[in-house]
């Protein structure tokens, strides 16, 4: 089965979108230390190339340099020098500084789009939609950033009392992965702006470029020199671990896969720092005989294959009851036929873009043959669109899933939905649960009661209740289990950036 598609490698030439952005100093290509732009000084580059067109010729985007481990270290001194200051700047302070970040990015919005597009690939909508998600990070945090508080505590004797009072922690070392290049960024560093820290940012090195993009715009915005270094690197290893080990960095947020997270764990270990990890999940996604099955196919299909699947709160496993498998799978299978385009994501009318290289791509031919081999029935899709480039993977949909299978237990990242039957509710929430992760689970019920018991048996941090889509700035973002820990945005994101102060005071 071949979903529709609007062109045939008529590649999208990423230099010439590049050439051509209304704001051409959106298009940075140094490491960002101290407020200045520099070269490698061991003159280590890496190619950024468009996920979509690769390995045509047309692909290539931009050179990037990546930075030494000198150039970390002398970004780490910056931040800490520029902490002793920035530290004691007034909330209102930080709160303009974000705001005017947040109104530059909305004025960039459609250059940031489409640099969001060459590097990563997803639709030019889906990167609009992001560039606004991420910039309302700033807004959010622009507003937090005046109303963080202490307290007073009743001592007990009548001789003293106790003042608690949140202080910013620190350098904070910020590592992101590549499926948000903008989001990802901003959720962290509005919040470690608005709690008065500095920090240093290593972005994935499939898509730095949206990252240092945002390094331009925050020198726009007027933040002090040191606050925001952006440190491009083609050797995470290396970056990952000088920034756990530094004594000068106080705390690590990562987001990325579960195993990376492990190891900056344990690299964190010699200097104690606080930690925030956004990791891997492997969201359920449960439609009980009770829902309304219109709305939990577009639930299911915005949730499962935003981004091509390559989101951490996608659906990985879509559990279905019994009496209502058959009406499911027939309108999702037809409803994807129907509104989905694949393609490249400046072309318009593609609804979906490639996955990001061929790790992925072969992750995803992996989980369709184990999943076939073992008896799933191919519904949708299940080949790859080498005619489009060799990124590109039909959406598929895979029938008849079972326990047994690598997809169950794995989350695939990428546009494979398997489907599993079940008979009641305690079997689905055995098997939703049956996983090491726990970052999203959805399900649809019109069921009040289940709707509570359901809600609060799922092992997730978050859950999508009647939706698919549950992201946005307010929501405290993020998981349990080996999905990690600390929570971002809402009104939880600063306090992961800020330590506690008591003092007594004798009266
Ligand atoms: P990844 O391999 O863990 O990469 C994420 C970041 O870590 C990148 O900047 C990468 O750099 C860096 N990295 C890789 N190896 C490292 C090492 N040894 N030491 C230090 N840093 C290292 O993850 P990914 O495959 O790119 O991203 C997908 C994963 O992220 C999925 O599991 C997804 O669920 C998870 N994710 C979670 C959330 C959340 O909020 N929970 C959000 C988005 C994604 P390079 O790019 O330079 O290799």
């Known amino acids: 089965m071949v979903l ?25 290509t140094q490491g960002l230390i101290n407020g200045n732009w ?13 996920p979509a067109s690769y390995p045509n010729d047309a692909s290539f985007i931009g050179k990037v340099h990546s930075m030494s481990p000198q150039q970390y270290n002398s970004a780490i001194d910056s931040a800490h020098e520029a902490f002793k200051s920035f530290k004691k700047s007034t909330g209102d302070e930080r709160s303009e500084l974000l705001r005017n970040l947040y109104h530059l990015m ?29 910039a309302s990070f700033f807004k959010w945090f622009a507003d937090l950033a005046t109303t963080t508080t202490g307290n007073v505590i009743n001592s007990s004797t009548n001789s003293k009392k106790i003042l608690s009072i949140k202080q910013p922690i620190g350098v904070c070392g910020i590592m992101t992965p590549w499926n948000f290049p903008a989001a990802m960024i901003t959720r962290k560093l509005g919040a470690y702006v608005a709690a008065g820290c500095t920090g240093v940012i290593k972005p994935a090195s499939e898509t730095p470029l949206t990252a240092l993009a945002l390094g331009y715009l925050q020198q726009e915005a007027g933040f002090p020199a040191g606050v925001v270094n952006i440190l491009p690197s083609k050797n995470a290893a290396e970056a990952g671990e000088l920034l756990c080990s530094n004594p000068k960095v106080k705390k690590i947020s990562f987001t990325g896969s579960t195993n990376v997270g492990k190891l900056l764990m344990k690299q964190s270990s010699s200097t104690l720092k606080k930690l925030s990890f956004e990791l891997g999940g492997n969201a359920p996604f449960i439609v009980f005989e009770d829902a309304d099955i219109d709305s939990a196919v577009d639930g299911a299909i915005a949730s499962k294959f935003r981004s091509s699947g390559q989101t951490c709160v996608c659906a990985n496993r879509l559990f279905i009851h019994e009496s209502i498998y058959d009406e499911f799978s027939q309108k999702f299978v037809s409803k994807l036929k129907e509104t989905t385009t694949l393609g490249d994501g400046l072309q318009s009318g593609v609804t979906h873009g490639p996955v990001i290289h061929d790790r992925s791509m072969k992750k995803v031919r992996q989980h369709i043959e184990d999943a076939t081999g073992k008896g799933a029935k191919v519904l949708l899709g299940g080949n790859p669109r080498e005619d489009l480039g060799e990124n590109f993977h039909e959406l598929t949909v895979l029938g008849d899933a079972t326990t047994d299978m690598m997809i169950f237990e794995e989350e695939t990242f990428g546009p494979v939905c398997p489907l599993f039957k079940f008979k009641t509710e305690d079997e689905v929430l055995r098997l939703a649960n049956d ?24 092992e997730v941090g978050m859950v999508g209740i009647n939706t698919g889509a549950i992201s946005e700035a307010s929501l405290p973002f993020g998981g349990i289990k080996e999905s990690g820990f600390g929570r971002e945005g809402s009104i939880y994101g600063v306090e992961d950036y800020t330590v506690v102060k008591s003092m007594v005071l004798g009266i």
């Open 4 to 28: 529709r598609t609007v062109f045939k490698r008529s590649y999208t030439d990423s230099s010439s979108v590049i050439r051509n952005l209304k704001n051409p100093k959106l298009f940075q």
């Open 435 to 458: 996983t090491e992760v726990g970052l999203a689970g959805y399900f649809y019920s019109k069921d009040v009661s289940r709707i509570f018991r359901v809600a609060e048996e799922l």
């Open 38 to 50: 520099v070269d490698s000084d061991n003159a280590v580059t890496f190619d950024v190339s468009n």
């Open 106 to 134: 909305m004025d960039n919005q459609d250059d940031l789009a489409k640099i969001i597009v060459l590097e990563n690939g997803k639709p030019y909508n889906d990167a609009l939609g992001e560039v606004k998600y991420a």
